[in-house]
């Protein structure tokens, strides 16, 4: 994080990541901790880079907490869920993260490819957002991370992953609406290019993405993070069912 000045605007708030071991996820984690939540994370194998994120969280002053859960198990994402508001006492905030990117021809995606891809980023976000529901007061925040390739797709091999994250603007709005009377806002952050394991800025491909957005370079976890921070902040209250670029002028 850059600037002298730290923001605790979310003092007293509880926040789960999913996925939130490495990544945009992890960058996330941080961020909201740093403002002063205390924050769960859940992560499908790593044991070892989850405790080293809750290190970093505590190290904050908050406090960290990290759940083993595959995010296409709908059991596993309820009982996170419901172990982070348990173990904080509340639940303030939940961000959608956990993801995969599947890639190649549309001929050779298997059945098993097309289960998994929904279950996590679509399936394993309504289930989490349900059960997060059930424990949010006013003042609740529900983020998505979707992704550029839901509004625009510059070139093949993603029908699958594009076709998943699309699905989350529709949920976006329309649970804005069922619950937005009960003072919870519900959004979409959809990054470009960012730098990660999964993506990174110096691996093949690279070049031809930059040259797709406006800035022509790839953006940081922590620029989605900070995205992510204002939606859940007091100052995101009257931004609900949006579907925000952070993408470097990737579809401008």
Do not use: W
Not at 46 to 70: P, W
Not at 140 to 168: N, W
Not at 175 to 186: E, H, K, M, N, S
């Amino acid at each position: 994080m850059t600037g002298t000045e730290i923001n605790r605007d979310l003092q007293g708030k509880a926040a789960l990541v999913t996925g939130g071991s490495r990544g945009i996820g992890a960058a996330i984690a941080r961020r909201l901790a740093v403002r002063g939540a205390d924050v769960a994370i859940t992560y499908a194998a790593s044991a070892a880079k989850a405790e080293g994120i809750v290190a970093e969280i505590e190290a904050t002053g908050a406090r960290g907490l990290a759940i083993q859960a595959d995010s296409a198990d709908p059991q596993a994402v309820t009982a996170a869920v419901n172990t982070a508001a348990e173990t904080f006492g509340r639940l303030d905030i939940l961000v959608n993260n956990a993801g995969i990117f599947p890639y190649g021809p549309p001929e050779a995606v298997t059945v098993e490819e097309i289960d998994r891809t929904i279950g996590i980023h679509v399936k394993g976000v309504f289930v989490a957002s349900q059960a997060a529901l059930s424990h949010m007061r006013e003042g609740g925040r529900i983020i998505s991370i979707g992704s550029c390739f839901a509004q625009r797709v510059p070139h093949g091999g993603v029908t699958l992953y594009s076709m998943s994250k699309s699905a989350l603007i529709g949920f976006t709005k329309g649970l804005a609406r069922d619950v937005g009377a009960r003072g919870i806002t519900v959004n979409v952050v959809d990054p470009g290019s960012t730098d990660t394991d999964m993506n990174p800025a110096d691996g093949p491909g690279a070049d031809g993405q930059r040259a797709l957005n406006a800035v022509g370079h790839y953006g940081a976890p922590d620029d989605i993070a900070a995205m992510v921070a204002h939606l859940a902040s007091p100052e995101g209250q009257y931004i609900t069912g949006a579907s925000l670029a952070v993408d470097g002028g990737s579809n401008a």
